[in-house]
C-alpha cells in the first residue's frame, strides 16, 4: 500500500472516527449520567472548546506542512475546518434550544406558529444584548461561508486564489471564537489565555510568511516583466 493509500484509508478514516470521539462521549455521559449537575452547560462548554480546538488544529496545518515538509498535511485541513463548523453548530444550536427556547412562554403550546418568530426575537435581542454573545454567533457566521464552500466543485468555481483569499477568515474565526471564550470565562481565563496565545502565534506566523515572501513576488513579477 502507497503511503497516499495509508493515508486515504487508514489515517483520514481514524482522524475521523477520532474527531468524532468528543461527541459520543457527551451523548454517552449524557446518558450515563456522568455530566454535571448542569449536563446542558456542560454540553455547551465542551462542543465550544472543541469548535475552538479544531479550529486551532486547521489553522496549524499549513506551518506544519512549511516547517516540516510533509505536503500531505494539507489533506487533512478541510476535515478540521469542517469539524470545527460541526461542533461550533452544535454550541450555536445548544445555546437556541437550552437558553433561547426554553425560556419561551409556551402557555398556547410549542407547536405553534409564533414559536419561530418569538424564538428569533428573543434569539436576536440576546444577540444585541450580551457582547460575548455577539462575537460568537459572528464567529459561526464566519464560518459558514468556508464550510459551504469548502468541496472542490466550490475551488474550482471560485478559483484557487479568490478561494484561498476567502479561507483566511478562518484567522478572523478562531480570533473571534477566542474572545467570546475570554468574555464567557469571565473570572478564571487561563484557558482562554492558552487559546489566545496559540491563535497569536499561528497569526504571526501567516504574517511572517506572507511578509517574506514578498520581495520572492516582486522579482518574479519583474522577471516576467
Known sequence: M???????????????????????????A?????????????????????????????????PVRRLTGWNSAIRFRRMFGLFAFFYGSLHLLT???????????????????????????SVGADIFKRPFITVGVTAWLTLLPLALTSTAWMIRRLGGRRWQRLHRLAYAAAVLAVLHYWWLVKADVRRPKAYALVVGCLLAARLWWAWA????????VARVA
Open 213 to 220: 515572501r514578498k520581495p520572492i513576488v516582486a522579482a518574479r
Open 30 to 62: 449524557g446518558l450515563a449520567g456522568q455530566l454535571s449537575a448542569d449536563p446542558l452547560a456542560d454540553l455547551t462548554n465542551e462542543t465550544g472548546v472543541w469548535t475552538l480546538r479544531f479550529l486551532c488544529l486547521s489553522l496549524t496545518v499549513t
Open 95 to 121: 445555546y437556541v434550544v437550552a437558553d433561547r427556547l426554553a425560556g419561551l412562554d409556551f402557555s398556547h403550546g410549542v407547536f405553534v406558529w409564533t414559536t419561530p418568530r418569538d424564538l428569533a426575537v
Open 2 to 28: 502507497s503511503s497516499n493509500q495509508t493515508i486515504r484509508w487508514v489515517v483520514k478514516p481514524s482522524v475521523f472516527l477520532a474527531a468524532l470521539g468528543p461527541l459520543v462521549w457527551l451523548v454517552w
